[in-house]
């Protein structure tokens, strides 16, 4: 009968040797996965970002020969410009219209759908607007919202209303374009808010 002290100590210990090296070798295939995204990134992304901020202290404008180092006069003219102003006024005026409008309303139909029998067709329908593409939501929206030949006019002019022009009038276009980031935003939102619920027990909401 072997006693406890006749057992190798080497049998006891951990093999940490054999458990290193799969995850030296997962680690080695992650970084050998991820060089073209980061190459593509940098090409694409953080290299002309670079450019971008160098020759905004130059002169540079396409079709000019030559470039000159101006300092910071083009951000003294931005700053200056009247226009610029409005444009924080419209993206302020966006994102307060946009973001609690989106959350909300993905929230109330996150709750009202999450125990629902056709919660399934209902998520689809509403997660459609974030997978279709940035060119069928223009086109789609672009048909509601012509200023002659919209649906959106059409029920207005039956209704005995003038039409709108939506998208070319400064007092509507921030609104109408408002209305589109909505409904775009809320199929996202909504699948976050029935994430976390599926994890909540039905009885407390």
């Known amino acids: 009968m072997a006693l406890a002290n006749d057992i190798p100590l080497s049998s006891l210990a951990p093999n940490t040797a054999g458990s290193y090296r799969p995850a030296r070798a997962q680690a080695q295939a992650g970084i050998i996965l991820s060089v073209p995204a980061t190459l593509l990134l940098v090409a694409l992304v953080i290299g002309p970002a670079i450019l971008v901020f160098f020759l905004s202290f130059t002169n540079a404008s396409l079709g000019l020969a030559g470039i000159q180092f101006i300092g910071v006069a083009n951000y003294t003219r931005m700053l200056t ?79 005995g209303a003038s039409p709108v022009r939506f998208l070319s009038d400064p007092a509507t276009a921030i609104y109408a374009l408002a209305a589109i980031g909505v409904w775009q935003l809320v199929g996202f939102n909504m699948i976050l808010f029935l994430a976390g619920l599926s994890t909540i027990p039905e009885e407390l909401y």
């Open 81 to 159: 410009d009247p226009g610029f102003a409005q444009s924080l006024r419209n993206t302020a005026l966006y994102v307060a219209v946009v973001v609690p409008t989106a959350i909300g309303w993905g929230l109330l139909v996150a709750v009202l759908i999450a125990r629902s029998r056709f919660a399934v067709l209902y998520r689809t329908a509403y997660f459609l607007p974030v997978a279709a593409s940035l060119v069928a939501l223009a086109t789609a929206w672009e048909a509601i919202l012509h200023p002659s030949l919209g649906f959106a006019n059409t029920l207005l002019q039956l209704l």
